[in-house]
């Protein structure tokens, strides 16, 4: 009995020297700051919603600062990032104002807590100036905000998006002084789910490769 082989048809749709290239690995490094973020977000836009910006009450007292805290945290975790990708430069400004931007930041978390436990005094000037580091820490997010899209040190949407998130505090606080808390605190609330929620899964999907080489965005 004969025996015959028959070789397999030649790939046409394959062009001449191209061959099959595997991506190189790559790692997420930034995924718990993102989603820390995300979640902060998500959760204080939901505080907002259901008791506005006030303080009145348990709900407001508990909830509302629970909320704030966890975003305020979240916040702290992008700051980290920002620090780690020298997204604003890598010179001493740069490096200074993210320093400047965390204690405020820090600063603002501790008026949350006081906040939080009921122990805010307006009429204490001290309580007062801690107060106003709330409003300043997210003023300086937006400046930031802008460093990043002029700097370029990131890539794609995450240059700009930033200063989409950030401006938080300059669209809501005068909305707050212009049409009162009634929409104020709606405006807040969808800024922070199509600013800072999102900001968030974006730095999360950062990816850079296994081999320590440049950074690729997702």
Same mark, same amino acid.
Do not use: C
């Given at each position: 009995?004969?025996?015959?082989?028959?070789?397999?048809?030649?790939?046409?749709?394959?062009?001449?020297?191209?061959?099959?290239?595997?991506?190189?690995?790559?790692?997420?490094?930034?995924?718990?700051?993102?989603?820390?973020?995300?979640?902060?977000?998500?959760?204080?836009?939901?505080?907002?919603?259901?008791?506005?910006?006030?303080?009145?009450?348990?709900?407001?007292?508990?909830?509302?600062?629970?909320?704030?805290?966890?975003?305020?945290?979240?916040?702290?975790?992008?700051?980290?990032?920002?620090?780690?990708?020298?997204?604003?430069?890598?010179?001493?400004?740069?490096?200074?104002?993210?320093?400047?931007?965390?204690?405020?930041?820090?600063?603002?978390?501790?008026?949350?807590?006081?906040?939080?436990?009921?122990?805010?005094?307006?009429?204490?000037?001290?309580?007062?100036?801690?107060?106003?580091?709330?409003?300043?820490?997210?003023?300086?997010?937006?400046?930031?905000?802008?460093?990043?899209?002029?700097?370029?040190?990131?890539?794609?949407?995450?240059?700009?998006?930033?200063?989409?998130?950030?401006?938080?505090? $300059?669209?809501?606080?005068?909305?707050?002084?212009?049409?009162?808390?009634?929409?104020?605190?709606?405006?807040?609330?969808?800024?922070?789910? $199509?600013?800072?929620?999102?900001?968030?899964?974006?730095?999360?999907?950062?990816?850079?490769?296994?081999?320590?080489?440049?950074?690729?965005?997702?």
């Amino acid at each position: 009995m004969a025996l015959t082989q028959t070789p397999a048809p030649a790939r046409s749709d394959v062009r001449s020297g191209q061959h099959a290239t595997t991506p190189p690995p790559v790692d997420r490094p930034y995924l718990r700051h993102g989603t820390m973020l995300t979640v902060g977000a998500v959760a204080w836009a939901a505080m907002i919603a259901a008791f506005g910006f006030e303080n009145d009450g348990p709900g407001g007292q508990y909830g509302h600062n629970a909320g704030a805290l966890l975003f305020q945290l979240g916040v702290l975790a992008l700051l980290r990032v920002l620090w780690r990708t020298n997204a604003i430069g890598d010179g001493r400004l740069a490096r200074f104002v993210l320093r400047a931007e965390t204690v405020a930041l820090s600063v603002a978390i501790v008026s949350t807590l006081s906040d939080f436990f009921g122990i805010t005094n307006l009429d204490n000037p001290v309580s007062l100036a801690i107060d106003m580091f709330w409003p300043l820490s997210m003023l300086g997010m937006f400046l930031i905000g802008i460093r990043i899209a002029v700097a370029g040190r990131w890539k794609g949407l995450s240059r700009f998006y930033p200063m989409v998130a950030e401006s938080w505090a $300059v669209v809501t606080v005068p909305t707050l002084g212009i049409l009162g808390p009634g929409v104020a605190r709606w405006v807040g609330a969808a800024h922070l789910l $199509v600013g800072y929620a999102v900001l968030g899964r974006i730095v999360a999907r950062k990816t850079v490769p296994v081999d320590g080489t440049e950074p690729v965005e997702a």
